[in-house]
C-alpha cells in the first residue's frame, strides 16, 4: 500500500512543469560553465597553484574534471536548496489548494500513511536531483575535461591522486544529500501549515537566506548562535576533502542536522494528523 501511495507521490511530483526546473537549471549551466572554463581557466588555475609555484615545478594542466566539478561545488551549494524547496514546498500545500484532500482522505488510508508518502517522495525527489547534479558536474566534467590530480585547499594545498579524488567526490555528495534532506524537511513543514504553495517557497527561502547570513557574517553574537544553525553545516561536503577527513567533527554536524530534520518531519506530522481539512 506505501509503495503505491509513493509511486502516486512520485507521478504527481514529476506531473508538474516546476519539478523539472532544477534539472533543467543543472543541464543547461553545467555543460555551459564546464564549456566556459576549458576555453579558459588560468585565473582558477593560478589561484589554485599559486602557492606551489614558489616550491614546484608545475608542467601540464591541472585544470580537469576534478577541480572543475571542487570549483562548481563551492558556488552551488548555497543555490541548489532553493531549487530543493521549489518542489518540497508544494508538496502537501498544493493539495490542499486544489482542494483534493478531501477527496483523498476519504479513502481507506490512514493520515499517516499519507503524509509518509509525500515525506519519501519528497526525498526520492531530492536524492535525484543531487544525482543529476553529480552526473552533470563530476560524469560531464570528468569526461569532457579528463581527470588527474585534484588540488585542494585544507590547511595549505592538498594534493589528492585520482584514486582518492573518486571516493572523495562519493563523499562529498552524500553530505551533501543529507544537507539537501534538511532542507526538504523544512520546506515539508512549511507545506503542511498552509494550502497555498508559494507561501512555503518563500519562507523556506527566507530561513535559509537569514541562516545563511547569520552562519557566515563574523560577528561576535552571530558567532555563538552559529553551532546551533543547521545553515552553518552546508559545507559539510567539503570536509571530505580534508585530509584526513575529520570523522568526529562530520558526525557531530550529522547528528546537528539529523535532529533539524526529525524536529521539522516532527512539527509536519503534528500539524496535519490535527489539521481540519476544509476543502
Known amino acids: ?5 509513493v509511486t502516486n507521490e512520485l507521478i504527481k511530483i514529476f506531473g508538474k512543469w516546476r519539478s523539472y526546473i532544477g534539472f533543467a537549471a543543472l543541464a543547461i549551466l553545467m555543460p555551459l560553465v564546464i564549456w566556459g572554463m576549458s576555453k579558459g581557466s588560468s585565473g582558477i588555475e593560478q589561484s589554485m597553484t599559486h602557492q606551489l609555484q614558489n616550491s614546484f615545478i608545475i608542467t601540464g594542466n591541472v585544470f580537469n574534471g576534478f577541480l572543475a566539478t571542487y570549483f562548481t561545488m563551492n558556488f552551488l551549494w548555497i543555490h ?5 524547496v521549489l518542489v518540497a514546498g508544494d508538496v502537501v500545500a498544493a493539495e490542499g489548494a ?27 525527489y531530492t536524492v535525484m536531483l543531487v544525482l543529476f547534479f553529480a552526473l552533470m558536474s563530476l ?3 570528468s569526461l569532457w575535461l579528463g581527470t588527474g590530480d585534484l588540488i585542494v585547499r585544507h590547511n ?24 539537501m534532506l534538511v532542507v526538504a524537511a523544512l520546506s515539508f513543514m ?6 497555498n504553495g508559494i507561501g512555503p517557497i518563500i519562507g523556506a ?3 535559509i537566506i537569514v541562516g545563511l547570513m547569520i552562519s557566515n557574517i563574523p560577528i561576535e553574537l552571530f558567532e555563538q548562535i552559529q553551532p546551533y544553525l543547521f545553515t552553518s553545516y552546508f559545507d559539510i561536503w567539503s570536509k ?33 494528523l490535527r489539521k481540519d481539512i476544509l476543502s
Not at 1 to 5: D, G, K, S, T, V
Not at 190 to 195: A, C, G, L, P, T
Request: aromatic share 14%; glycine share 10%.
Open 139 to 141: 560524469g560531464l566534467g
Open 80 to 84: 541548489i536548496p532553493f531549487l530543493v
Open 156 to 179: 595549505g594545498i592538498l594534493i589528492l591522486p585520482p584514486e582518492m579524488a573518486w571516493p572523495r567526490f562519493g563523499l562529498s555528495f552524500l553530505f551533501a544529500t543529507g544537507t
Open 98 to 124: 486544489s482542494g483534493t484532500f478531501r477527496l483523498y482522505l476519504t479513502r481507506p488510508v490512514s493520515r499517516f500513511r499519507v503524509l509518509t508518502s509525500k515525506v519519501t517522495a519528497t526525498g526520492i
Open 1 to 5: 500500500m506505501l509503495l503505491r501511495l
Open 240 to 272: 571530505a576533502f580534508h585530509d584526513p577527513i575529520p570523522w568526529k567533527e562530520i558526525g557531530g554536524n550529522a547528528v546537528v542536522l539529523a535532529v533539524y530534520a526529525a524536529a521539522f518531519l516532527g512539527v509536519s506530522y503534528t500539524i496535519f
Open 190 to 195: 512549511f507545506s503542511s501549515m498552509v494550502n
Open 205 to 207: 527561502m527566507a530561513v
